[in-house]
């Protein structure tokens, strides 16, 4: 499986936008890169996902590198709702057998008032 | 209001105790995951099923069982054979195709070993 890395931990300002970096080196050209986000004590919920482009929705934006290896999630006004541990998953799409969404240990956000 | 309900929310399991974790779904999705989660870690995979009366076992199956005997509906059962079973156990479900990476998750159970 490909792997992610992220940083451990990350902190922000309340009303800033946040940046979450994610490499993703060994990405093939089928897999899609997926952000999750788990607040605590709950379970996680999908944020964001893409191919190749650039993607927007009502919760952020993701950023993928040209060649694919990074890409990272964009927070436009981080607010304290936000605090949470962020998810970049690489997923392999729909081969038999191929469902799992690997879950890394992910970057927890803070943010600061 | 559609989503996936797990209960309880905290369980205590005895030495040498079977317990089941429940999870049911509104949102007629096929595929439905279970995950265990320890304390600063990434979610594991335990079972999963694609569809009903058929499961596949996750990374992590060993010491636990599933059934999938309806659409709605995917138990888990934390056996005596799982020697350490403290931890945040969540449930999702997914639709087929491409959006099966869109997974929905539940709130979690918590089980802890009296």
């Known amino acids: 499986d490909a792997k992610t890395t992220q940083p451990n931990s990350m902190e922000s300002n309340e009303e800033e936008p946040v940046h979450l970096p994610c490499n993703h080196s060994?990405?093939?050209?089928?897999?899609?890169i997926h952000w999750y986000r788990q607040l605590p004590s709950q379970g996680p919920e999908y944020v964001i996902h893409?191919?190749?482009s650039n993607v927007n929705n009502r919760m952020a934006s993701l950023a993928i590198a040209e060649d694919r290896k990074s890409s990272t999630l964009i927070l436009h006004r981080a607010t304290l709702r936000d605090a949470a541990v962020y998810y970049c998953?690489?997923?392999?799409?729909?081969?038999?057998?191929?469902?799992?969404?690997?879950f890394g240990t992910g970057t927890r956000l803070t943010i600061i008032p | 209001d559609g989503g996936i309900t797990q209960s309880p929310k905290y369980l205590f399991r005895k030495e040498g105790q079977n317990v089941t974790l429940s999870c049911e779904q509104n949102?007629?999705?096929?595929?439905m995951y279970w995950y265990r989660q320890d304390p600063g870690q990434g979610l594991r995979l335990i079972y999963y099923?694609?569809?009903?009366?058929?499961?596949q076992k996750g990374d992590i199956a060993e010491g636990y069982s599933v059934s999938r005997e309806k659409k709605e509906s995917f138990p888990l059962t934390v056996t005596s054979a799982q020697k350490n079973p403290t931890a945040f156990y969540l449930c999702?479900?997914?639709?087929?195709?491409?959006?099966?990476?869109?997974?929905?998750f539940g709130a979690g159970t918590r089980l802890s070993v009296l």
């Open positions: 099923s694609q569809i009903v009366n058929d499961f």
């Open positions: 060994t990405i093939s050209g089928t897999d899609y």
């Open positions: 999702a479900s997914s639709s087929p195709g491409l959006s099966k990476s869109l997974q929905y």
């Open positions: 949102l007629n999705h096929d595929a």
């Open positions: 998953i690489l997923w392999g799409g729909t081969n038999f057998g191929n469902e799992k969404l690997t």
């Open positions: 893409g191919l190749t």
